[in-house]
């Protein structure tokens, strides 16, 4: 069973910094890509995500802000997220997919205050 564990949650201020964390428990390159979405209450949505080539997309609201990488060796993809706004506090949840199936994480909380 994939296990996805997310850190780096928290508080910050408006325009701060937070990067977050998703440790999966296998191989990254097992995935067709790997990603971050995020829950305000309603639904969730991309904020970006990763392919096993390395291609990137990013959600309009988080271009320019915020980075998705990874680090192969620790199995690891990031979301270095700067710039925050009050709009992005939401749950973040990392995913990954794998053929027909997708795996999440449990989720961060990161709350942005004004």
């Known amino acids: 069973q994939v296990q996805l564990v997310e850190s780096g949650g928290g508080l910050v201020q408006a325009g701060g910094s937070l990067r977050l964390s998703c440790a999966a428990s296998e191989s990254i390159f097992d995935f067709n890509y790997m990603g971050w979405y995020r829950q305000a209450p309603g639904q969730r949505d991309l904020v970006a995500r990763i392919s096993v080539g390395g291609s990137t997309n990013y959600a309009d609201s988080a271009k320019g802000r915020f980075t998705i990488s990874r680090d192969n060796a620790a199995n690891t993809v990031y979301l270095q997220m700067n710039g925050l706004k009050s709009e992005d506090t939401a749950v973040y949840y990392c995913?990954?997919?794998?053929?027909?199936?997708?795996?999440w994480g449990q989720g961060a909380q990161v709350a942005v205050s004004t």
């Open positions: 995913k990954a997919n794998r053929l027909d199936r997708n795996y």
